[in-house]
Structure formats: C-alpha cells, structure tokens
C-alpha cells in the first residue's frame, strides 16, 4: 500500500529543499563545469520549418533558471520542478519522507484513475476530442495549436484530476520513476507537452520511455509516494 502526490513536485516545494539542504543539482554542476558537453536539455520551438528540432544542451538551464540564464521561477512556483536529473529526484523524495514510485505502482495508479480505462487515451482527451491534458496539438515541432491552452509547462492542477483525485498523471512533463529501463537508464512516465501525435504520443498510462539516469531536461520532473502500513 502506497499514497502518491497529488501532482507533479513544484518549484516551491523544491525550492523549499535547497534551502533546507542546499542541494546542488546535477544540471547545475553540470554548467558550473568545465565540460564542454555541460548544461541540461532545453527544447525552444523552432522559428521556421528549416529541418531544426528546437532541442539543444544549453548551459545554465537549471531548475531555477528554467528557460536558461536570465529566466527564473519567481512567477512559476506552481509549475513542476524541471532540469533534475534521477539522483536530483531521488534527493528530494529522501528528504520528504518517501521515495519515487516503480514503473508499476506509476502505472497502476495512472491507469486506474482513467475516466474509461477501455479507452487508452482517456487521460488525455475526453470523448468529444478535447485535450484535458497538457500535450502537443499540431505538427511537432513547427506547429503548436495550444487547444489544451498552455504553449509549455503548466502550473500543476489545471486540468481535471484523474478519478483517484491525481492530477497531470499524462502530460505535462515526463516524470521519473525507480524503474531500470535499461543499464545506465531509467523509466519514465507519463509523456509531456512535447507529446504530439505525429511525434512520440505517448501521452497514455501504458507510455514508458527509456532516459539516462544523468540527463535532465525542461520537460522532466517527478512526483512522490510514500509507504503505508499494512492494513
């Protein structure tokens, strides 16, 4: 048995952490380096249809700076905490009290919160087609409709939460769970706002998705849970 977080880890509850801590994440050690290859996964939609796929290794690019040097969080509390890798994610659940779900209890939670579980897609749009998720409407990357009405991130709780009350559980960002994918990589969950139809679509429970343990992005983050006892 097992309670999860209602929604995504904030940047006011990781904030909360550092300063209580004062944890480095990797992605900040990363750009504080003298690695040429140092940095975090910053997607910026392309200008034009040239063939760019809006993906870079920016310096600088780190939880608080989230858009890359020169942006903050100020404003963006309620969003989910992005550019943390797993140990970063792993850091954090220690410090709550809890610990990152397994590929499985991530799954089972998600899947049975669907509105229709016989339909695969249920998390993301209701049955009139409209997205009740935060993913990508159009053509990836050239072409973002923003039906779901937010172009990235999106403050966690914005959109219905699931019937077990979880919210973003498809959507959003992609979270970590404890799950090897693979030696060197993880499992994570859920797709993002990068999702698109054309692209990954893999904003459905069953989606999984192989990332190296070191990586961090701008549309990865996490969410927690914590044991409880036997009944």
């Known amino acids: 048995a097992f309670s999860m977080q209602a929604h995504e880890v904030t940047n006011a509850q990781f904030e909360q952490f550092v300063a209580a801590t ?11 380096s003298g690695d040429p290859a140092g940095g975090s996964a910053l997607f910026v939609m392309p200008e034009a249809d040239d063939g760019v796929s809006g993906w870079a290794l920016k310096r600088g690019a780190t939880w608080k700076t989230p858009g890359g040097p020169g942006t903050g969080v100020v404003r963006r509390m309620s969003d989910p905490v992005v550019h943390v890798s797993l140990g970063d994610a792993q850091a954090y659940a220690a410090w709550a009290g809890g610990r990152l779900p397994s590929e499985e209890e991530w799954e089972h939670a998600a899947t049975s ?3 229709d579980p016989a339909n695969r897609l249920s998390g993301a749009m209701d049955k009139d087609g409209k997205p009740i998720a935060n993913f990508w409407q159009g053509v990836f990357p050239v072409k973002n409709e ?10 966690v709780g914005c959109f219905p939460a699931s019937k077990l009350g979880l919210y973003d559980m498809i959507g959003n960002v992609w979270e970590w769970t404890s799950t ?11 797709g993002s706002y990068l999702c698109a139809e054309n692209f990954c679509a893999r904003y459905r429970s069953a989606a999984r998705q192989g990332q190296e343990v070191d990586f961090s992005s701008n549309h990865i ?3 927690i849970v914590k044991d409880l006892p036997p009944n």
């Open 22 to 32: 004062s944890y480095i994440t990797d992605a900040e050690r990363s750009s504080a």
């Open 113 to 115: 919160g669907l509105a």
């Open 146 to 155: 923003g039906a779901d009405g937010f172009p990235g991130a999106a403050p």
């Open 180 to 190: 090897s994918y693979a030696p060197g990589r993880n499992t994570i969950k859920g």
């Open 221 to 223: 983050g996490f969410r």
